[in-house]
């Protein structure tokens, strides 16, 4: 985004959020239509304690898996003694289906961190260069640094935490080799996205010894109208691209540890010789099977993410807290005071808050929780700043 677009982009996106919430009425009223309209038939909420806290801080989805996934997980440790050959080819086809590709086009990975060690390690050379922002995910990084990588860019961001496109051209451009360019998008832990016009035009532009890790782990939560995945360009042929996604942030399946990766079947093949083969469990597979089929999951998995940010938003415009438009499960919102105090404070009420994340001192990543977990955490700001706290 331009930098002068920051603030009448965040300002758009919270009236958007503030007209779905019943046009502009009190926090609490609009919070509690908001989890009364998207929580039907979720659990009753109860108030966090020191052994319960409330965890916005690894930007989980902290509904839990769909309970189509869940009953099929649990049906399918009888059959633990069996090697998942068949249904692992199945989610293979799956996935391939919905892209365009054939199954030749994908991998199954350990999440979307084995994707990116995979990548990288099929990748490392002594004279490659990985050209990253300077406030990324850190998995790229620091699997490039255990492969002898050592030519490692880091390209500042733009004053409003965007990435710094024209900046890494010019990294990739100025560089007399090979370039691997890591490019998170939405963003973690900004949670802002990169335009697709301008993304798209420079894969296209096929700069030379240049290959493009796009991780969008979060992309199914964003709601801007300039992102766009780059999946439908793998399915045109577009071959200097690796497109890693996840199991966990949509479908709420972290712990399972499912991922998949797509891009040329050349490519294929040189990152299936770093990755175990069989790595993945039986239950874990049958869950994403069954994750990836159940779309009402998925809407209200969507729905329930949507209500979240709304209900945090409210609390951020009403207090006045800045923060970077978010497209993601989460938001990195700009403190008025220390972050080390901030996370005390949260604690001490019961809610865990992301990590630091230079350079970005001043800010802390809050990921969202359920609607009702939201409504707790805003009145938890709002008490906070009768005190000074926030």
């Known amino acids: ?21 019943a046009g502009g009425a009190a926090l609490t009223g609009l919070s509690s239509a908001a989890v009364a309209k998207s929580s039907e038939g979720s659990k009753s909420f109860t108030p966090p304690t020191a052994d319960n806290p409330i965890r916005i801080c690894w930007n989980e989805n902290p509904l839990g898996m769909s309970p189509k996934a869940q009953e099929v997980a649990r049906a399918t440790v ?6 998942p050959f068949v249904v692992t080819g199945q ?11 054939s199954p030749e086009h994908v991998l199954l990975t350990a999440g979307a961190t084995e994707g990116i060690r995979a990548a990288i390690e099929a990748l490392a050379a002594p004279d490659v ?3 990253v922002p300077a406030l990324t995910f850190d998995a790229a990084e620091e699997t490039a640094k255990v492969n002898g990588i050592t030519k490692i860019t880091k390209v500042p961001m733009q004053k409003d935490w965007g990435i710094d496109l024209a900046g890494l051209k010019k990294a990739v451009a100025d560089y007399n080799g090979p370039s691997i360019v890591y ?3 939405p963003n973690n832990p900004t949670g802002a996205i990169s335009k697709a016009d301008d993304v798209e ?4 532009s096929k700069p030379a010894n240049t ?16 992102f766009r995945s780059v999946g439908p360009m793998l399915k045109a042929g577009v071959d200097n691209i690796i497109l890693l996604k996840t199991f966990s942030k949509l479908f709420a399946m972290a712990g399972m540890r499912v991922g998949w990766v797509v891009a040329t079947p050349e490519m294929i093949g040189k990152l299936r010789e770093k990755t175990a083969s069989n790595a993945l469990n039986f239950p874990a597979i049958k869950a994403a099977i069954a994750s990836w089929e159940d779309k009402p999951f998925i809407a209200y998995s969507r729905q329930s993410n949507e209500t979240a940010r709304k209900i945090l938003l409210e609390v951020f415009h009403k207090l006045d807290i800045k923060y970077v438009p978010s497209n993601t499960n989460f938001i990195f919102q700009k403190l008025d005071v220390p972050l080390k105090d901030y996370q005390q404070h ?3 009420a019961g809610i865990l808050v992301g990590r630091a994340f230079p350079p970005a001192d001043e800010y802390c990543r809050v990921s969202l929780g359920t609607p009702e977990e939201m409504t707790f955490v805003a009145k938890t700001l709002l008490d906070f700043r009768k005190k000074g706290w926030v």
């Open 201 to 204: 035009a420079w894969i296209k």
């Open 1 to 21: 985004m331009a930098k002068s677009d920051a603030p009448n982009i965040q300002r758009r996106q919270f009236l958007k959020f503030s007209g779905a919430l």
């Open 78 to 83: 009888v059959e633990g003694n069996r090697y």
């Open 346 to 348: 949260m604690k001490d």
């Open 129 to 131: 260069q990985l050209v």
């Open 211 to 226: 290959m493009f890790l796009m991780d969008e782990a979060y992309a199914e939560f964003a709601d801007d109208p300039n």
């Open 91 to 101: 989610l293979q086809k799956m996935i391939a289906d919905d892209y365009g590709v």
């Open 183 to 185: 490019f998170v998008n």
